[in-house]
């Protein structure tokens, strides 16, 4: 009966013509871009006039020529966007909703390829970090706003057919903290200014690119929910990181840049972190050559020595 449930949620969520890798924590919906019509910034106007909101569209060739003087691909792009209402509706029912607020996309073209591709987070790649079901009804009308957005951006397009399987992680795939703020009223924004101040300047000193930043909780209020003193959410990547997994898997922008979200409900002392661990990579894209599984637990090591300095 679960199978025939899971089938029918994916009819519904990919409809006719399109159909998506069953089972699979990413998606990688491909078209052929021979014409060079389909770019960066065409891409975004699709998901802009769908409603998204974009945190960043960032060309990380760029970044990779000045950095290590050479790229990977033609083109390589990391896309951050989120719908404001549905992220609300689903922080209802989880806080962890927000660790992809913004969601994270690459957009590339491989060197020898005329193909474009976009990869993402499937529904059952959402469900496995935040632990929010597939069947709830906001992650399944979130899950196909983003397919149909994806046939608009890429139109004749297909999902292909991912070789791997998932691995079993090998860690957490959610990393928390917590810390102590005892203000009240108009100070709690001074401790929060000190205390953001601080981790940024920590984490940019070690090599973190602070790629963007929601102030999530202010969305909320004027949406009509005022449960949280602060709820913000920071994209954050490292270069070598990203640069070194997508030589062999260009869809890792799917976790790139992760986000690192922290929020005060009212009434309460406690302030919440948490960011989607590494082990998230390493399970959902099946990594298993050793350059990469490096970079990535040295960052996951370094992320959580530089919060709980700060937080400590």
Request: aromatic letters at 10%; hydrophobic letters at 40%.
């Amino acid at each position: 009966m679960k199978s025939i449930i899971k089938g029918l949620v994916m009819v519904f969520l990919l409809g006719a013509g399109v159909t998506a890798t069953a089972a699979q924590d990413i998606q990688i919906y491909t078209a052929d871009n021979s014409k060079g019509s389909i770019t960066g910034a065409t891409i975004e106007k699709a998901f802009v006039y769908a409603g998204f909101n974009i945190s960043g569209n960032n060309d990380m060739n760029k970044a990779f020529e000045s950095k290590f003087q050479k790229t990977n691909h033609k083109m390589y792009h990391l896309f951050t966007l989120y719908k404001k209402d549905l992220v609300l509706e689903l922080v209802k029912v989880s806080p962890k909703a927000a660790l992809f607020a913004p969601l994270s996309m690459s957009i590339y073209m491989n060197k020898d390829s005329n193909n474009i591709s976009i990869s993402s987070l499937s529904i059952d790649g959402m469900a496995k970090v935040t632990g929010i079901s597939a069947k709830n009804k906001y992650m399944i009308e979130y899950s196909k706003l983003v397919i149909d957005t994806l046939t608009k951006a890429l139109p004749n397009g297909h999902f292909e057919k991912i070789a791997y399987k998932p691995l079993e992680a090998k860690g957490e795939l959610v990393t928390t903290f917590t810390t102590e703020m005892k203000a009240q009223g108009d100070a709690i924004q001074d401790d929060l200014e000190g205390l953001q101040t601080e981790l940024e300047g920590s984490l940019e000193t070690v090599g973190f690119v602070i790629a963007g930043y929601n102030k999530l909780g202010n969305e909320f209020k004027e949406a009509g929910y005022d449960k949280y003193d602060f709820f913000d959410a920071y994209s954050i990547c490292k270069l070598p990181v990203i640069f070194e997994v997508a030589k062999n898997h260009p869809e890792a922008g799917a976790f790139a840049p992760c986000t690192f979200y922290m929020y005060k409900e009212k009434g309460s002392s406690v302030v919440n972190m948490a960011y989607p661990s590494v082990y998230n990579w390493i399970s959902s894209l099946a990594i298993e050559d050793k350059p990469s599984i490096k970079v990535l637990e040295d960052a996951q090591e370094l992320m959580i020595k530089v919060v709980k300095e700060v937080t400590e």
